[in-house]
Every structure is written in structure tokens, then in C-alpha cells.
């Protein structure tokens, strides 16, 4: 039987001491979905993520990811997804070619599939002439692609994006967003982070943390009919400012 909410938090709890930095959020995302999680810097956002995606164990609540639970399966959780952090998580100090390589070898991929899938990356990145160099010297939105497309390579359900575009140009920014409407296509659903708020006019749903809580979830359109707003900026600052 096919699931069809991937993601799944019920009343989802991080507590750092006396300090609640998730509290008690609930919501569903369904497959293929792009699923916007926004928020100012400090919100929660990356907290809520980590619990997600199994490197963070809730303070309460529920929560399953690809059907496996936050609490019993965390490993199960990390074979089923992939996740591209704020640093996209490549190896400055090995080449183009040497990071598909080895992020494949964690994924478990056969040698045979690594090269395929290996050929197939740099093809369609456009890094022919670069796959022997060092990933310290490519651009930002090169980085960001590559990280995006390993991330990608064991051919996830889900692929968790923890504010994927911050300081990257607006151009690389809409690049990026195209690969992401291409893993959505494909039926990867898609869990993004960010503070931009106009990235959130790409999302099929977004949430909005404010403080630790989810003070908002639907499509940007209804969002914007719901707080009588022209933007998601519009309502995010709406909703921050109490």
C-alpha cells in the first residue's frame, strides 16, 4: 500500500532545558509535494528539521518520515531521504568526481551504478571541464547544484533542503528552484527550509514557524486571500508582528 503522507509530526516537541525551540507543531506532507517550511532565522525551522530526518531525538510527540518512526527507526529514515544542509555538505578538498564517488559508496550504491550515475550528473550539470577539480574552486551555485544533485544519487523518497539558496544570486536562486520542480516531477517530495519568503511562492504548501510554533499552513494563495496580503512577505511579517 502506497503512502501517501510521507511526513507526518503530531504535536512534535524540542526542548533545550527550559528553552522550547519546536512547540508542539503538527502537520502532513504529502507525496511529490513541495513543502515550504519558512520562518525568520531562530524560528525552529532547523530544530524541527533534524528530528525529521532522524539526527535529533523529540522531546514529545509524534512524528514518521517515509513511514518510519522518528523515535524506533531513525536509521530507516536516513536510507529513505536525502538532505542537502546549509553548507552543502561537499568535501572542499576532493574533486568534482571524488564527491559523487564517495557520497555514492555511503549511499550504497554499486560500482557499476556510481559511474553510471556518476556520467549522468556531471552530463547534465554541465561540468565536463571541471569534474577532475577541486570543489574549493568552483562558483557558489555550481556547489549548490552539485550538493543538490548528490543528495539526489540513491534516488530518495523524500529529500530534505535546509535553506539551500542563502547567499547564492537571484538567477542561481530560480536555477535551483527549476531542479527542485524537476526531483517534484519525478515524485521526490520535497521538504525545503527557508527565509526567503518570496521562495515560497514555488511551494505547493508552506507552514510559517513563528517562535516554535506553526502559526500558518496552506498554499501561498490561500494564504495571501486568508491575511489579505499582495505576498508571503506580506503575510510573514504580518503573522511575526503578532
Request: with cysteine; hydrophobic share 40%; net charge neutral.
Amino acid at each position: 500500500m502506497e503512502i501517501i503522507n510521507v511526513i507526518k509530526a503530531k504535536n512534535l516537541t524540542k526542548k533545550f532545558g527550559d528553552f522550547t525551540a519546536v512547540d508542539a507543531i503538527t502537520f502532513e506532507v504529502k507525496k511529490g509535494e513541495i513543502f515550504g517550511f519558512l520562518g525568520a532565522n531562530g524560528a525552529g525551522k532547523t530544530t524541527a528539521m533534524k528530528m525529521l530526518i532522524g539526527i535529533s531525538i523529540p522531546t514529545s510527540g509524534e512524528a514518521s518520515v517515509a513511514g518510519f518512526d522518528v523515535y524506533k527507526n531513525p536509521d530507516d529514515i536516513k536510507k529513505n531521504i536525502g538532505y542537502m544542509s546549509q553548507k552543502f555538505a561537499l568535501y572542499d578538498d576532493l574533486t568534482v568526481k571524488e564527491n559523487i564517488t564517495f557520497y555514492g559508496g555511503i549511499y550504497g550504491l554499486s560500482r557499476e551504478r556510481i559511474k553510471e550515475k556518476r556520467c549522468q550528473l556531471v552530463e547534465e550539470l554541465g561540468l565536463q571541464n571541471v569534474v577532475n577539480e577541486l570543489v574549493s574552486s568552483l562558483p557558489l551555485g555550481w556547489k549548490q547544484k552539485l550538493a543538490f544533485s548528490v543528495a539526489l544519487l540513491h534516488e530518495p523518497k523524500i529529500i530534505f533542503l535546509d535553506e539551500p539558496t542563502g547567499g547564492v544570486d537571484p538567477i542561481t536562486r530560480r536555477q535551483f528552484w527549476e531542479m527542485i520542480y524537476k526531483a517534484a516531477n519525478g515524485g521526490t517530495t520535497v521538504f525545503v527550509t527557508t527565509h526567503y519568503m518570496d521562495e515560497a511562492e514555488y511551494c505547493d504548501r508552506v507552514s510559517i514557524m513563528v517562535d516554535g510554533k506553526i502559526e500558518a499552513l496552506d498554499t501561498p494563495k490561500n494564504l495571501k486571500e486568508q491575511f489579505k496580503a499582495e505576498t508571503m512577505n506580506d503575510v510573514f511579517l504580518i503573522l511575526a508582528r503578532g
